[in-house]
């Protein structure tokens, strides 16, 4: 037994010790947090998660996976190393949010149409928030703004799609085994490119006659688990709020509030946006409704952006789902968590660049702070353009995550040389 493995039982003993006389100490305090992590739960993610959990089931009993995913391999494959299956993973990432892509990643896995790095590099891009909690809930319901939903849009999905082309660096140049369900990549005639679609459907039809089940019985399990996949998704919810609220009451959390704090402030951004970014830390609803309720002089801009980082980030909540749905296959967690958070600094960074023009201002944020408050502070280029600045940023940023990538791989291959 490792050292770290021996100690992490009694640390983890511990917290939870720790916890629960905080829930002694607080009762009302976690009664309400936990009535509030139920709201959320049932009156937000319930009703927009569960129809797409069903319908993803359906569709992968269907052998919709395989149509689709023999019409994207020419795609998916040059562009971010995985194969057209993962198309499907994307939209339906896309389109129905977290926990979604990491739901499917792991059944792709798990019938042997991905490989381990493969996977990795899926589920880092495609956990995402779905368009009607970006735009119903944070855009119109917190910042009471339809507008927002533009920007906020194109920075978190635009955001991810570079986060997809970073994860292309990720893993070993060819993969250590094939999946035995996707036959190995061979030049193509100009016949079987044509026959692309009759291929796909080809594909379809045997994975339906492979699936086996009635449409009853189909029906029937997919319900099943994407029952027990909701309430999943919603005890840890609740468990992130009560968790939060305790540890603010008892003022365990003032060392992480001035830490954020302080690195607000470096970066020119508002301090009061600390609680917000605190609150999405661990659950993703409660920090979006902070940005949104932010006090009011601060720049519409700021808040998007944080709110933005929050939707990508996801919160330890989302985490906590997306690690338990990995905890049945070989994917690890830790490239997800690195992605997740390179995603929040890209979304943030996208706000800010695409904020007036999508917008329709062409007044500079970067202009020192009038309104701000005095926690406000200017950043370093504060008379340069908006646009200019953040996107000579983004682009500096991504170079930088190539060239570690890069070096990264140098490194390994190095040291491989000496085994």
Sequence with gaps: MSLIHRWSVPVIAALLSGLCLLLVLYPQAAWDAGIRGLAIWWDVLFPSLFPFFVI????????????????????????????????????????????????????????????????????????????????????????????????????????????????????????????????????????????????????????????????????????????????????????????????????????????VGHLLGMAGIPMQLTEAMIGGLFEVTLGARGAGSAGEGIPLEYKLAAAAFILSWGGLSVHAQVASILNDTPLRYLPFMIARLVHGMLASILVLCLYHPLMGSSMSVLAPFKDTGADAQPGLFAYVSLQIQWLLLLLGLLLLLAGAASGWKRIKLYFSGWK
Excluded: C, W
């Excluded at 149409?113 to 909690?133: M, N, Y």
């Excluded at 459907?201 to 994975?207: G, I, K, Q, T, V």
């Design 56 to 259: 993803s089931e359906l569709l992968l009993g269907f052998g919709i996976v395989h149509f689709i995913g023999t019409l994207l391999d020419p795609l998916m494959q040059p562009v971010f190393r995985i194969p057209g299956s993962g198309g499907f993973v994307a939209a339906m990432g896309y389109a129905s949010g977290y926990p979604i892509g990491a739901k499917l990643t792991a059944k792709l896995y798990q019938e042997q149409l991905l490989t381990r790095e493969e996977g990795e590099r899926l589920v880092a891009f495609t956990t995402s928030s779905d368009p009607i909690f970006l735009i119903g809930a944070v855009s119109v319901g917190f910042f009471h703004n339809p507008q927002a939903a533009l920007v906020l849009a194109s920075a978190h999905y635009g955001g991810g799609l570079l986060v997809g082309l970073l994860m292309r660096f990720h893993g070993t140049k060819r993969p250590s085994r094939l999946p035995k369900s996707r036959p190995s990549a061979e030049p193509q005639s100009t016949e079987q490119r044509r026959s692309r679609l009759r291929r796909a459907l080809s594909a379809m039809h045997h994975a339906r006659i492979q699936d086996g089940r009635r449409l009853g019985e189909l029906l029937q399990q997919s319900i099943s688990s994407s029952l027990q996949l909701i309430m999943v998704v919603g005890g840890l919810v609740v468990f992130f709020s009560v968790m939060l609220e305790v540890t603010t009451r008892a003022g365990l959390m003032g060392g992480l509030y001035a830490g």
